[in-house]
């Protein structure tokens, strides 16, 4: 199904990050706009572009990327399709992952590493500031308060405006703590992979956006039967439905589904006019 109205994204309902920056809740990750493997330029540079000034079209004003996608290819076609950036958007991007070839994905917590990564994306943003700058990864190689006192000297330092987390448990959010407040923790989450349920309440009781990363989570075949069940009954694709799913299940949960087609990128956002019924949720029963 597409959309049925003219900014679809604001069906999502909105959340406030870090309690000054408000978002619709469906946003957009930007990883899928460059080379396979999520390696160098896109095959399609023109309809990279057009994906994403069509993002603002949609009413999404939350974009997410890193450094490592390409690497540095994303956060150029960011800059180079949306700047000077519309008031509201929200750009977040991420560092503390090396990129040796397509598809590998090296940690790396160093000071030096993420005081490179940051700098670069500060560059290419073309921004004197990140609002939103999330941490890959905790690096069990490095002394966690190297990568964290870094983080809270560098918002000190007002290249950072909010700090979030990516791939983290309730122990080390609590540990990050200590140096800086967490507004957003990125997981890898869906329906039918919910490991991190824990993780979740913790951000719903300290009102921590949850970015879900993955969103249809395969492998579970029980959870993707379900979600055909209810894509049918909707006339919907899974995936819109599983987008639709995660934002039933929490109000401090912002997907940011990626694609690099402007047709599929319309697909998804229409996913925030889909209200699942109590037949639906029998289905897909929402976390506990």
């Given amino acids: ?13 909105t959340f406030t990050i870090g309690g000054d920056i408000t978002v619709n809740r469906l946003g957009y990750g930007a990883m899928r706009i460059t080379g396979e493997g999520i390696w160098g330029p896109p095959k399609d540079h023109d309809e990279a572009i057009r994906v994403l000034k069509r993002t603002l079209d949609l009413g999404i004003n939350f974009i997410d990327t890193a450094d490592s996608y390409g690497p540095h290819v994303s956060e150029e076609l960011i800059a180079e399709a949306l700047h000077p950036y519309p008031d509201g958007l929200l750009i977040a991007t991420k560092g503390g992952l090396l990129r040796t070839g397509p598809n590998q994905w090296p940690v790396d917590g160093s000071r030096k590493h993420l005081e490179e990564a940051l700098n670069g994306s500060l560059k290419r943003l073309k921004v004197d500031h990140i609002d939103l700058y ?15 006192g870094f983080l809270q000297e560098a918002q000190q330092q007002g290249k950072i405006r909010h700090i979030g987390l990516s791939e983290v448990d309730v122990a080390q959010i609590k540990q990050a703590e200590e140096y800086f407040e967490v507004v957003t923790v990125q997981n890898m989450y869906s329906f039918g992979q919910q490991k991190w349920n824990e993780t979740l309440k913790y951000c719903e009781e300290n009102s921590i956006g949850f970015i879900p990363w993955y969103p249809l989570g395969g492998g579970n075949l029980e959870a993707e039967q379900a979600i055909h069940r209810v894509a049918e009954r909707h006339g919907a694709t899974e995936y819109q439905i599983a987008i639709a799913w995660l934002l039933a299940a929490s ?7 990626g694609t690099s087609s402007v047709k599929h990128l319309e697909e998804n956002t229409a996913a925030a006019e889909i209200k699942l019924t109590e ?10």
């Fill in 1 to 13: 199904m597409q959309p049925t109205t003219a900014h679809p994204a604001t069906q999502s309902g």
């Fill in 134 to 148: 999330q941490l890959h990864r905790f690096d069990d190689k490095v002394p966690a308060e190297e990568f964290l």
């Fill in 251 to 257: 109000l401090v949960i912002l997907p940011i589904p």
């Fill in 279 to 288: 037949e639906d949720l029998k289905d897909l029963p929402l976390p506990k």
